[in-house]
């Protein structure tokens, strides 16, 4: 379990989130990181399936039906959140992958049963964590929390850096349990899962920047959070 870091007097901000493979947890940490030097109380919550998910998934045949059931927007259950989520904060980090082009199932479970009390009238700044294709993503998160009276910050995205295709069928790979990027025949284009030493560097930056932001009194959707690699 994460310790939450508690200042007194400074902006508060939860983190949020759901990691299924560890990556959005990384980046959180590294953000959370680069906050530390602010003035800043950071508590952390994770989301947390009732029925433990394992990864990897383990076998193609699972994978597949995993793929699909996601793409068509399967809840799956999660436990109850601790009462710390429903305090006030200056800002809530909401985390999380990517699963066939839409927000987790777990996060869509949120949603479903927490999200007007967790976020009407609060400021919320979305990361996402993913393979490459995070719009409709994006666009599904959006619409949520607008109906559940949120005010939407900003946004982060982190895709995996890896080129296409090999980017998805390396992704695929490690899902069902294999090793691609110990493939020669993968591995001179697929060279690492998730992300890399760089883009945790990065997070790390935008946690400052955020809590300097806060600090500072200054507007969170002024930021610019794109991403190296997102630039031109």
């Known amino acids: 379990m994460e310790a939450d870091t ?9 983190l949020l989130y759901f990691s299924f493979s560890s990556q959005t947890k990384n980046l959180l940490h590294a953000m959370a990181e680069g906050m530390q030097r602010y003035l800043v ?19 193609v045949s699972q ?6 059931l996601t793409f ?22 909401l985390a999380g992958p990517t699963w066939s082009y839409n927000p987790s199932g777990p996060i869509l479970s949120l949603f479903d049963r927490d999200g007007v009390r967790l976020f009407k009238g609060k400021k919320v700044l ?38 296409e295709p090999w980017r998805t ?3 695929f790979l490690k899902l069902a349990g294999r090793v691609p990027e110990r493939h020669s025949w993968i591995s001179r284009y697929y060279h690492k899962y998730g992300h890399t030493r760089d883009q945790l560097a990065e997070a790390r930056r935008f946690g400052e920047m955020i809590a300097l932001a806060l600090e500072q009194g200054e507007d969170i959707g002024k930021l610019d959070f794109r991403t190296r690699e997102a630039m031109p």
């Open 6 to 14: 508690v200042q007194e007097g400074g902006k508060r901000i939860l």
């Open 41 to 59: 109380t950071v508590r952390w919550e994770r989301i947390e399936p009732v029925e433990p998910l394992h990864f990897p998934i383990g076998s």
């Open 63 to 68: 994978t597949v039906r995993m793929m699909l």
């Open 72 to 93: 068509l927007r399967r809840r799956i259950p999660i436990r109850e959140l601790s009462d710390k989520c429903f305090q006030d904060y200056d800002l809530i980090i």
């Open 126 to 163: 979305p990361l996402i964590s993913c393979r490459g294709y995070w719009r409709m993503h994006w666009w599904g998160l959006k619409t949520l929390l607008r109906r559940c009276g949120a005010r939407v910050a900003n946004l982060i995205v982190f895709t995996h850096p890896n080129p």
């Open 169 to 171: 069928i390396g992704v």
